[in-house]
C-alpha cells in the first residue's frame, strides 16, 4: 500500500499597524460594521487551502487594539519589533567603518540575507527532507551572524546596547528556528532523518546553543 506524504500546513499572516502615515488607524477603520481588519481574516478563513491565519503586529503601545481585537475573535497573533531583522543588520553595518565595505560590512550583510533566503529556497523543495537541510543552512547562516557582531563590538564599530539590542532578536529568530525545524521534522519519516546527518548535526548544535543562552540567563537572574 502506497503511503501518502502529509502536507505542510499552510498559514497566512496578516501584517496590521495602526501608525500608518497615509491613513492612521486604517486596520481598525470600520467598513459596514466591521473593522477593516476582521475583514481580510475572515475572508482568508474561508479559503479552503489556508489551514490557519495569524495576524502580525508590532509591540508598540498603538497596536494594542489590534492585539485586543485578535483576542475578541480567537485569532493567533504575535507581537514583534517594527524592524526586520535583516532591515537591522544593514541598518547597523551604515556605522561601519568604509575599510570594512569589502570585509566586515559585505560578510555581515550576506550572512544576515542568509537568513530567510535559505528557508524560502527550501520551502519550494520538492522533498521535506531536503527542506530540513536548508533549515539547517539557515541556523549556519545566523552562526555567521552572531560571530560578525561579537567582532563589530570588540571593534567598537557598535556599542554595548546595540550589540545586545540585535543579538536578542537573532536568538528569537533562532528559537523559532528550531521550533519550525521540529514541525517540518514531523512530517517526514523517522527512517529519513536518522539518514540525514548533516541536518541531525546541525539541529543538535542548535539545541545546545539554546541550552546555552538558556544556562547564561538563568545565570545573570541568580546574579
Known amino acids: 500500500m502506497k503511503k501518502t506524504k502529509k502536507?505542510?500546513?499552510?498559514?497566512?499572516?496578516?501584517?496590521?499597524?495602526?501608525?500608518?502615515?497615509?491613513?492612521?488607524?486604517?486596520a481598525l477603520a470600520d467598513i459596514l460594521g466591521k473593522p477593516n481588519t476582521r475583514w481580510i481574516i475572515e475572508r482568508l478563513q474561508a479559503a479552503r487551502e489556508l489551514d490557519g491565519v495569524i495576524l502580525g503586529i508590532t509591540d508598540q503601545k498603538e497596536d494594542d487594539p489590534?492585539?485586543?481585537?485578535?483576542?475578541?475573535?480567537?485569532?493567533?497573533?504575535?507581537?514583534?519589533?517594527?524592524?526586520?531583522?535583516?532591515?537591522?543588520?544593514?541598518?547597523?553595518?551604515?556605522?561601519?567603518?568604509?575599510?570594512?565595505?569589502?570585509?566586515?560590512?559585505?560578510?555581515?550583510?550576506?550572512?544576515?540575507?542568509?537568513?530567510?533566503?535559505?528557508?524560502?529556497?527550501?520551502?519550494?523543495?520538492w522533498s521535506r527532507r531536503v527542506f530540513l537541510n536548508f533549515l539547517g543552512f539557515a541556523y549556519r547562516s545566523s552562526k555567521e551572524c552572531d560571530a560578525a557582531l561579537r567582532l563589530?563590538?570588540?571593534?567598537?564599530?557598535?556599542?554595548?546596547?546595540?550589540?545586545?539590542?540585535?543579538?536578542?532578536?537573532?536568538?528569537?529568530f533562532m528559537r523559532t528556528l528550531y521550533k519550525f525545524m521540529c514541525s517540518v521534522e514531523s512530517q517526514v519519516s523517522q527512517a529519513q532523518v536518522q539518514r540525514n546527518y548533516f541536518y541531525q548535526q546541525q539541529k543538535y548544535y542548535l539545541e545546545q546553543d539554546l541550552k546555552e543562552k538558556e544556562q547564561v540567563n538563568e545565570g545573570s537572574k541568580i546574579n
Not at 563589530?152 to 528569537?172: F, P, Q, R, V
Request: neutral net charge; glycine residues 6%.
Open 7 to 26: 502536507r505542510l500546513k499552510v498559514l497566512a499572516v496578516v501584517q496590521a499597524r495602526m501608525t500608518s502615515a497615509r491613513l492612521p488607524g486604517k
Open 152 to 172: 563589530a563590538k570588540d571593534l567598537a564599530y557598535i556599542s554595548e546596547g546595540e550589540y545586545k539590542d540585535i543579538t536578542n532578536k537573532l536568538d528569537l
Open 66 to 125: 489590534l492585539a485586543e481585537l485578535a483576542q475578541e475573535i480567537n485569532v493567533p497573533f504575535y507581537r514583534g519589533r517594527n524592524e526586520e531583522l535583516v532591515e537591522m543588520y544593514y541598518e547597523i553595518t551604515k556605522k561601519f567603518p568604509q575599510y570594512e565595505h569589502d570585509n566586515l560590512t559585505s560578510q555581515l550583510r550576506r550572512a544576515a540575507t542568509g537568513l530567510p533566503l535559505n528557508i524560502a529556497e527550501g520551502s519550494g523543495s
